[in-house]
């Protein structure tokens, strides 16, 4: 059984960095994408960042220059190294594996951005 295990987030000022992991075991014999996607109360579900296997990235708009996302395919795990925190950025962090055939989420993180 597939398992994501999602470690990080909590609170922090304005202009502050957190970190989120995630690892993956169980079930999964490759992995072509690893990332994560955010939910704000009363939005939609975004992707904030994903990394392929070949480690080509993609961010969404509003996190390009201050998060980097990175993996480490040894471990199936993740890495969204958050920086430059705004207030906008507070909301649920799911992380998200695309194995080719099925997609995984974890359980969410909350991040909250607040002075």
């Known amino acids: 059984q597939v398992q994501l295990v999602e470690s990080g987030g909590g609170s922090v000022q304005p202009g502050g960095s957190l970190r989120l992991s995630c690892a993956a075991s169980g079930g999964i014999f490759s992995i072509n994408a690893m990332g994560w996607y955010r939910q704000a109360l009363g939005k939609e579900r975004e992707l904030v960042a994903r990394?392929?296997?070949?480690?080509?990235?993609n961010y969404g708009d509003s996190v390009k220059g201050r998060f980097t996302i990175s993996r480490d395919n040894a471990k199936n795990t993740a890495y969204l190294q958050m920086n430059s925190l705004k207030p906008e950025d507070t909301a649920v962090y799911y992380c998200?594996?695309?194995?080719?055939?099925?997609?995984?989420w974890g359980q969410g993180n909350q991040v909250t951005v607040s002075s």
């Open positions: 998200n594996v695309d194995s080719g055939e099925d997609d995984y």
């Open positions: 990394i392929t296997s070949g480690d080509s990235t």
